[in-house]
């Protein structure tokens, strides 16, 4: 047993989807969740200062006696991951291995797309391992970055918010996939919208596998804990949105909110 808590760590909001994950999945754990909306948006920035906020951000889960850390960004696995797993001495576990390993576990898949940020998609970490893994597999990829917004402003299940899915994922209404990863983590809070503008396309969340992957880990390791579930969140932004995002998109918790001044060369 380790009742130490795990660590989740994103350029803003979207990661609550992956935290959300965590706590259906392993409601005993204690979760410090940092959302980095000073610095938002990671999908923007060039790879070495994700990098560098994402090592920063790291070092600070560290000092908190966190047992585990899930990077619940894409554009910060495609960027800092390997810098994390060999600075770190704890376990890090990213998003985009787990999106791939999920996708391809689909019976028949032929096509599949991928939606992320900018910085995702130009590192072709997806189009990378999709291939590698299946290179006949047909994948599509685009970077629909006005959808970040939609979340971090609060306008999910909007008309606004249905407007900018159907203009965003046009192309594959016209070119269908058989899947559509959904390769950033606000993405999964657009899902209904998503599935209301593709009906036919499965979706993809990633947070799903990698949060399989921290239970594998911790039960190999008899690292859970047995009698946790409190949230502790930071914002490098304005406490007032992570709070409105937290008590939207996550299960009532016993939850303290702080900000965070983040140590990093900019």
């Given at each position: 047993m380790d009742k130490r808590p795990i660590g989740v760590m994103?350029?803003?909001?979207?990661?609550?989807s992956v935290a959300r994950v965590l706590q259906r999945t392993l409601p005993h754990e204690d979760l410090i969740f940092v959302g980095d909306q000073g610095h938002f948006p990671y999908g923007v920035r060039s790879q070495e200062s994700v990098r560098r906020l994402s090592l920063a951000i790291g070092a600070f889960l560290e000092k908190q006696d966190a047992k585990m850390m899930v990077i619940a960004c894409n554009t910060a696995t495609a960027a800092a991951l390997p810098a994390l797993q060999a600075q770190l001495s704890i376990p890090v576990i990213g998003m985009i291995n787990p999106g791939v390993k999920a996708a391809l576990a689909l019976p028949g898949l032929k096509q599949v797309g991928?939606?992320?940020?900018?910085g995702t998609i130009k590192a072709g970490a997806y189009q990378a391992a999709l291939k590698q893994?299946?290179?006949?597999?047909?994948?599509?990829?685009?970077?629909?970055?006005a959808l970040v917004s939609i979340v971090e402003g609060h306008q999910t299940g909007t008309a606004a918010a249905q407007e900018a899915v159907d203009r965003e994922l046009a192309?594959?209404?016209e070119q269908p996939v058989d899947a559509l990863i959904l390769g950033c983590t606000h993405f999964p809070f657009l899902a209904p919208e998503i599935s209301h503008t593709l009906p036919q396309t499965t979706l993809v969340d990633p947070a799903v596998?990698?949060?399989?992957?921290?239970?594998?880990?911790?039960?190999?390791?008899?690292?859970?804990?047995?009698?946790?579930?409190r949230l502790t969140l930071y914002t490098t932004g304005h406490i007032a949105d992570l709070k409105q995002g937290a008590e939207q998109w996550l299960q009532e918790a016993p939850a303290t909110y702080h900000q965070l001044e983040l140590e990093a060369d900019e």
């Open positions: 994103d350029s803003g909001l979207g990661g609550l991928v939606i992320a940020t900018t893994a299946a290179p006949t597999l047909a994948v599509t990829a685009a970077a629909p970055q192309a594959f209404k596998e990698a949060v399989a992957a921290a239970k594998d880990w911790l039960v190999t390791h008899e690292a859970l804990n047995d009698k946790g579930g």
